[in-house]
């Protein structure tokens, strides 16, 4: 069986040639784009594992209290399991709800960003029942409220299904 282009012995040459120039201009568009990537990376403190070392000028610490149809969140993952244990890290969440994050320069972490690090599951949230309340005074920015040092940040989620009748059956006596 013929291919298309390989019956002519020119024609072959000609696209054999095309063939081995488009995988050399893949392979360097993937190569470029990976360094481009880690170089962007680099500069953003969600994609640091580790902040030792570096020269850390920006500093920021904070309450978050997380309420999920009105209980109060427990965080079911160790954020630190994936990290070697004299790693600091840029963004913390801690059990008693300080949130702290640190960077070499001056950024705007934002109350999702520590909520997506600690494995809080926004996606089963009701976002039109849900706020986040900066000092008690509620926040039109939500999940994108920028924390401010000392601030007591407050979020009240409901579920999805928050209300909905279960259909387990009852527990037998």
């Given at each position: ?159 999805k299904n928050a209300g909905a009748p ?8």
């Amino acid at each position: 069986m013929f291919w298309p282009g390989m019956g002519d012995p020119t024609k072959r040459k000609k696209m054999l040639r095309f063939l081995a120039i488009s995988v050399v201009v893949g392979v360097v568009v993937v190569l470029i784009s990976t360094m481009a990537i880690s170089q962007v990376k680099a500069q953003d403190p969600l994609y640091h594992k580790c902040i030792n070392g570096l020269d850390i000028q920006y500093h920021v610490s904070a309450t978050l209290d997380v309420q999920v149809d009105g209980k109060k969140w427990i965080r079911p993952i160790d954020t630190s399991t994936d990290i070697p244990k004299d790693c600091e890290r840029s963004m913390v969440f801690l059990d008693d709800g300080t949130i702290r994050g640190e960077w070499t320069k001056p950024y705007s972490f934002e109350v999702g960003q520590f909520l997506w690090m600690s494995g809080f599951p926004l996606r089963d949230m009701d976002e039109t029942k849900s706020k986040i309340y900066v000092n008690e005074v509620e926040s039109p920015d939500f999940i994108h409220t920028i924390v401010q040092g000392g601030v007591h940040y407050k979020a009240e989620f409901a579920t999805k299904n928050a209300g909905a009748p279960t259909f387990t059956p009852p527990p037998k006596s």
